[in-house]
């Protein structure tokens, strides 16, 4: 499974590819930062990140891309700007039919470290052993879009069983929709 | 100046095409709502927004686009799904190489009521007498488009006398990053 993580902002868009399985040595294809300019307007900034996480999806071809799901009650200051990144990097894989994940930041950190309160440099030192590189990855955005894609390939298994264990549930029950009528022989 | 308002949101984004110039009156070209399902997932509903925002484009050729500014304090639960809207809004506009603008509610609606606080009816009101239009727009959201594009068109003589003073003021000044040696002579 070839997933590109995106860690989602206007200024630094972090964006990385991993491949793997769950329960095997894990290898990063990429790694990278989408940067536009703080003094562009909103406008041509969007565009930047589309052209950036275009790009990525042209050179790596992943099959699914994991972003980080963007909550209002933290950094109220930059999240609008958080959203509108995230936005455009769900389009850009969207439009190519390649399915788009969400993981919160503690769904991500716990899966990387054990923790879901684990800080940048626990984040970026797991990612390194993990991946089995050389240092870790420069700037924090660009490692936590690398967690992003471990933590969705180790979670995938267990979100496709729940996934099918509803499906299933759902079809060997009635649907609760239908009144069931009890006609007399 | 033929401006196009969107009021942006994921389950109905509205939309309003507005012509004319400041203190003459102006003409409703074209009005509605681009809708996506809450049932689907979010980067489909993203690729649904900018299919209708491109069509909007593509039919009416706006020298300008208006959106609606998003802050983050308001409606908490909702605001991610507007500034993602906003986002592909902006992005379609930007992309083509379309001026964006962006005011925040209060602006527009002092702007087409006289009164920052006033309610979605008595927009709806200014809009349908502005417009010279038999009925308010239905839904709210289509008559906020038309009010932003509205306000936009009423505000840019303005905004620009004062971009205008700003780069006058810029020129005829030294550039205070360049220090003043007083070499004697």
Not at 66 to 83: C, D, I, K, L
């Amino acid at each position: 499974m070839r997933v590109l993580g995106v860690d989602p902002g206007l200024t630094r868009c972090g964006v990385g590819v991993v491949e793997g399985v769950a329960g095997r040595p894990l290898t990063m294809l990429g790694v990278g930062v989408v940067r536009t300019s703080a003094d562009a307007d909103l406008g041509s900034r969007l565009v930047g990140i589309e052209r950036g996480v275009e790009a990525w999806l042209d050179e790596y071809r992943p099959e699914l891309v994991a972003v980080e799901r963007v909550f209002s009650q933290h950094n109220v200051r930059t999240v609008m700007g958080t959203a509108q990144a995230s936005a455009v990097a769900m389009l850009c894989a969207a439009r190519r039919g390649i399915p788009v994940a969400l993981h919160t930041p503690s769904e991500v950190k716990a899966a990387v470290t054990g923790s879901g309160r684990a800080d940048k440099a626990q984040v970026g030192a797991m990612v390194t052993r993990l991946l089995r590189l050389d240092a870790p990855p420069r700037p924090a955005d660009a490692a936590d879009a690398l967690a992003l894609a471990i933590c969705h390939i180790w979670r995938a298994p267990a979100v496709n069983r729940l996934q099918q264990a509803h499906a299933a549930a759902k079809a060997s029950r009635p649907s609760s929709n239908v009144p069931v009528r009890k006609v007399p022989r």
